[in-house]
DNA sequence: ACTAACTCGTACGTTCATGTACGAGCTTTT
DNA sequence: AAAAGCTCGTACATGAACGTACGAGTTAGT
């Protein structure tokens, strides 16, 4: 989508704008899903019309917003080490993911809402494909259930993720016991 | 709220109107979340303006219908056994919530959606008082974890079960597994 | 410098559901 | 059978974003 030499017709300033645009879009969106493009475009310190210069609708806006999410978490996520014991992989990758889901959930849901049905989880293929073989590993080695489907168990983590951000958010859960209660809680639902 | 004698001043007619209109917008509601008053009064083979006689605001009617299908759902939850071992205790309260959620999940987001920030969670208070109980029994026979809050492992029963309403509904998990399914991955989660 | 691209204000048109107003007929109730 | 309560159609007012149109001014690229 943002590939930098593909569309280089487009001017340095105009370059900078969607790059504001976006950024501001980001931060806005992971606070109140229902931040409107006049909002977007007040706190990205640009004109309304500039906005809609460049995302024809709301709906592409909040898609590039997530996007960047996505491949900004992706550069994290694709460092971690998940060699090893598969206990301990998971950990690692709980932790960061952790981090991304709690700063990004009000965006996951503004995008739930706008883009077409199935399109936010399309969009997660990578980081889910990434859990699952995680996931995988760990069952061949023994250290996970195979009592439930994959399947489920990816997306149980992911709920269990959400959840925890959902509860830390309405205060009943403290942010720095969080981490820790997330990964007590999948590590005891993958091992059964 | 529906105290019979307390507002008798109405017609027989009128309640008629009033419990068709609940009705029709719990079912309605439970498959699409933003039906329209519209589409409520249609189904309720009522005129709109008869709606508006009754429920001022569309709020007003999301929260009959949702404080409905409560009261219906504390006659099935409040007869279950839940004295003995805990572990099947819960296993019995999870057949029958699981039935309920797995019905009213999208009623349910229309709340959410329309209710003051909370509401939802409020009324909500005596299906979570009764399993918060019976987690807490448990923990007392030494059959469920102590090292999670337990308030944490009331709201993860919750996300689970909503988690797994949501795989069926999107075809991820075949509806006849879900029951079963929820049943295992809440005793690990709560076996630790 | 000259052109094409970009910015951005003001103003307008659109859409869609919500909720209100009015009023002519039907039911209950007593 | 009279009064009070209900039904319900048509029509309108409201509000909130979204998205479009126009056009004058500004900035970047070559």
Excluded: C
């Excluded at 168990?153 to 959400?162: A, D, R, T």
């Amino acid at each position: 989508m943002a590939a930098p030499s593909a569309r280089s017709r487009r001017r340095a300033d105009a370059e900078r704008s969607i790059a504001r645009i976006v950024s501001a879009a980001r931060t806005l969106l992971s606070s109140d899903p229902n931040a409107t493009t006049d909002d977007i475009a007040q706190a990205a310190g640009v004109g309304r019309m500039t906005l809609y210069g460049h995302f024809r609708t709301r709906a592409d806006l909040v898609g590039a917003a997530l996007t960047d999410a996505l491949r900004t978490g992706e550069e994290t996520l694709s460092s971690i080490d998940l060699t090893g014991d598969a206990g301990d992989a998971m950990t690692r990758l709980l932790a960061s993911s952790w981090a991304l889901v709690a700063e990004s959930a009000a965006l996951l849901a503004a995008a739930e809402g706008v883009l077409p049905e199935g399109r936010v989880r399309d969009m997660h293929a990578e980081p889910a494909r990434r859990m699952a073989e995680l996931i995988r590993r760990g069952q061949e080695q023994g250290a996970f259930r195979t009592d439930l489907p994959t399947t489920w168990l990816v997306s149980l983590v992911q709920y269990i993720l959400h959840g925890a951000a959902a509860e830390v958010r309405a205060g009943r859960l403290p942010s720095d016991e969080a981490a820790h209660v997330v990964t007590r809680s999948v590590q005891s639902v993958l091992t059964g």
